[in-house]
């Protein structure tokens, strides 16, 4: 809770309009289960099987975790509503069809039933050549509408979703800088309803996919959604990454550029050490090649980013 309360506070001196943050979470807890912590509750299932590792949160997809589901509830606006967030597909085996119930994000109402989620986004088999592409639902198990281009296994995204509670329509951007970019829609002809919760769920049906989610934002504006992915997520730059170990340094930089404090952990969520650098080089002659997790707090704002040492 700690953590949502700083970013609020944070969201309140900045000037931003009363009411349009519901909820963030960028997942700074220590490994371990999800539920328990800020203010992320079981849905149904059991509440260890999702966890946080390295700042993230993890959704197993590959039919052998139990199925579970876990929320962060918020206080209900009218119109639209929104929800971002960045995900990484870190697996995928042999995709199945979008049919097989392989939503990991959504909204829901108070019944918190299948029956009332809404704006739900899943992971679909490519279009194309690529590894994966991503669906939008309104309400239904298998996406109506696929995002056009193929995605890529390893690589971040940001999906922003808007639910519009008066037509029950759902939709869906990837890495939008306004939201007059390309955008796909969902179904429309459900029965509308008021959101109270955004979800993250895992399935144990016959789905193949491993997906890391950082960075949940829910809002009542498209563009309050992209002055904080702006203004605290993307202003942090780690580079060159990946990095060469013979050079002995990587650089973090942001707009306030003050000391940050850097904990350092590899793929297996062990913490190797602590650092604070008063400006930008962050000495990595410790460590070999491998892929690391950073993770940056600075002003009480933690980022996590990946490093690659070759």
């Known amino acids: ?62 039919g052998l975790s139990p199925s579970a589901g ?15 967030l960045d995900f990484t597909v870190t697996d995928v085996i042999s995709m199945v069809g979008g049919a097989d119930r392989e939503t990991f994000a959504y909204l829901f109402d108070a019944t918190a039933m299948l029956a009332g989620w809404r704006a739900r986004i899943d992971v679909v088999s490519p279009t194309a050549s690529g590894d994966y592409s991503i669906g939008i639902s309104t309400g239904s198990n298998a996406a109506d ?15 922003i979703v808007r639910y519009n509670q008066i037509e029950d329509i759902a939709e869906l951007w990837i890495n939008a800088s306004s939201q007059s970019d390309p955008s796909i829609l969902g179904t429309d002809g459900l029965t509308p309803l008021t959101m109270v919760a955004f979800g993250l769920r895992q399935s144990n ?3 193949n996919e491993t997906v890391l989610v950082d960075n949940v934002l829910v809002s009542s504006s498209f563009n309050e959604i992209l002055r904080i992915n702006e203004s605290i997520i993307k202003d942090f730059k780690l580079f060159p990454n990946p990095a060469n ?29 602590t650092t604070v ?30 490093l690659v040492v070759n």
């Open 1 to 62: 809770m700690k953590n949502l309360y700083i970013l609020l506070f944070y969201f309140s001196v900045c000037n931003l309009s009363s009411g349009q943050i519901l909820a963030f979470d960028n997942f700074s807890y220590p490994d371990g289960p999800l539920v328990g912590n800020g203010a992320w509750a079981a849905t149904y299932g059991s509440s260890n099987t999702i966890p946080v590792i390295s700042g993230e949160v993890l959704i197993d997809m590959d």
């Open 70 to 84: 876990t929320n962060l509830s918020f206080s209900s606006v009218s119109g639209d509503i929104f929800y971002s």
């Open 145 to 159: 509408t696929v995002w056009p281009n193929d995605l890529t296994v390893g690589v971040t995204y940001n999906a």
């Open 205 to 207: 049906s016959q789905i």
């Open 245 to 273: 170990r013979n050079s002995q340094s990587v650089y973090i930089t942001s707009k306030h550029n003050g000391s940050k404090n850097v904990e350092v952990f590899n793929v297996l969520g062990e913490k190797l050490f």
């Open 277 to 306: 650098i008063q400006g930008e080089e962050l000495n990595i002659s410790r460590l070999t090649e491998g892929l690391y997790v950073l993770k940056i707090t600075e002003n009480n704002i933690t980022i996590t980013r990946k």
